[in-house]
């Protein structure tokens, strides 16, 4: 009787378990099921996976060469995780923004996943209100007149319709749906971006809230797994303040750059990893992973920056993945990631060798 009610037990506790490791999405495909489940092992293994944006699509000098990265061209190996940017893709452009076409996406999200990798999708579009750039705060109310009695309601709908095709299209050959980590809306708690800090709480809860549903249960995606990304913010509790609520996140992020080189290299070490750990412990408390969705110095003008800023920014923090910005290829000084004959790289070298830091060869090998 005894066994029996302990086997029971554990059965239960067991499926309380899984079921607290279920993406928010009920349909979801068994892939991203398991990519979610991936990231709270690496979590739980104390290992992190390394990425950059737009890695495999151009560099420092180069655009558009078959299984090239500067990453790998510095060290061997390609990242881990792939960051990819849609916007441009609501007002059926050809390219994103930063002249990445999206055919050409598709193909190498997919070698990505292919290799291993872990693929996340950013977007920066442009105000549906003004039809400016993603950067466009002048217009106001923007969020509000794109929600369902809004003047511009059907306009986003059909900016949300075109997105949605085209992540329906990221498919493997054998026709399963490679999942996404999809990241919109990201350093909302900061005034930058239209949908920023300058609108209500309310107004971007809602805009998130109706994104997601209308991804998942209008257009019937479930390979997307949703990252809440906010930048630095002045306390903790603004972290949570714009937060849609556990049912739409999945991935609790942060965006926080380094800016200036050594004469701040302490001050972002030390707030970033303090904040990675409170946003840590909270995910935890969820039952969700954290990540470090974007950082970087740019131009690396520090030579010791990925082992003594970056590494000890992140080291023993439960973060499933750090992602670098671009590597740009028509902007000289916009660069995040190693690039050749950069004098950071040996410090680069020895950041990638530590026994937590994933790389793309170290995914298959695991
Ligand atoms: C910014 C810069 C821009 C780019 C944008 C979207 O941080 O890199 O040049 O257009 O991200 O990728």
Not at 228 to 238: F, I, N, R
Request: hydrophobic share 35%.
């Amino acid at each position: 009787m005894k066994l029996k009610y302990l086997i029971t037990l554990s059965l239960l506790t067991l499926v309380i378990a899984m079921q607290a490791q279920q993406p928010i999405d009920k349909n979801t495909t068994k892939e991203t099921t398991a990519l979610y489940r991936q990231l709270l092992t690496l979590i739980q293994k104390k290992q992190i996976l390394f990425g950059q944006q737009d890695a495999t699509a151009y560099g420092l000098d180069w655009k558009s060469e078959k299984n090239r990265s500067d990453m790998k061209t510095v060290s061997g190996t390609h990242p881990a995780i792939y960051g990819w940017d849609v916007g441009g893709i609501e007002k059926e452009s050809k390219k994103n923004l930063d002249g990445v076409d999206f055919n050409e996406m598709r193909i190498l999200i997919k070698e990505a996943y292919q290799r291993g990798g872990v693929n996340t999708i950013s977007w920066h579009l442009i105000n549906p209100v003004s039809n400016q750039s993603a950067w466009d705060t002048k217009t106001v109310a923007s969020i509000d007149s794109i929600l369902p009695d809004g003047a511009y309601n059907a306009k986003y709908n059909a900016f949300l319709d075109r997105l949605a095709t085209f992540l329906g299209t990221l498919k493997t050959d054998d026709g399963i749906f490679i999942p996404i980590i999809f990241r919109p809306y990201h350093e909302n708690t900061a005034d930058w971006f239209w949908w920023g800090s300058q609108n209500s709480v309310v107004s971007y809860v809602k805009l998130w809230r109706y994104t997601v549903t209308y991804l998942r249960d209008t257009r019937n995606l479930h390979h997307l797994l949703y990252a809440y990304s906010p930048d630095k913010t002045s306390s903790h509790e603004k972290y949570f303040e714009r937060y849609p609520g556990d049912d739409f996140v999945d991935v609790l992020g942060h965006d926080c750059y380094h800016f200036g080189g050594v004469a701040t290299a302490n001050a972002y070490l030390t707030k970033t990893r303090e904040m990675l750990l409170y946003i840590a412990e909270n995910a935890k408390k969820r039952g969700k992973p954290t990540a470090f969705t974007e950082t970087g110095l740019e131009t690396v003008n520090q030579n010791d920056w990925w082992t003594n800023v970056l590494y000890k920014t992140i080291d023993n923090v439960p973060i499933a993945y750090v992602l670098v910005w671009r590597n740009a290829n028509n902007r000289p000084n916009h660069f995040y990631g190693p690039t050749p004959n950069h004098p950071a790289n040996q410090d680069f070298m020895k950041f990638i060798g530590k026994c937590n830091i994933i790389t793309g060869n170290k995914l298959t090998q695991q």
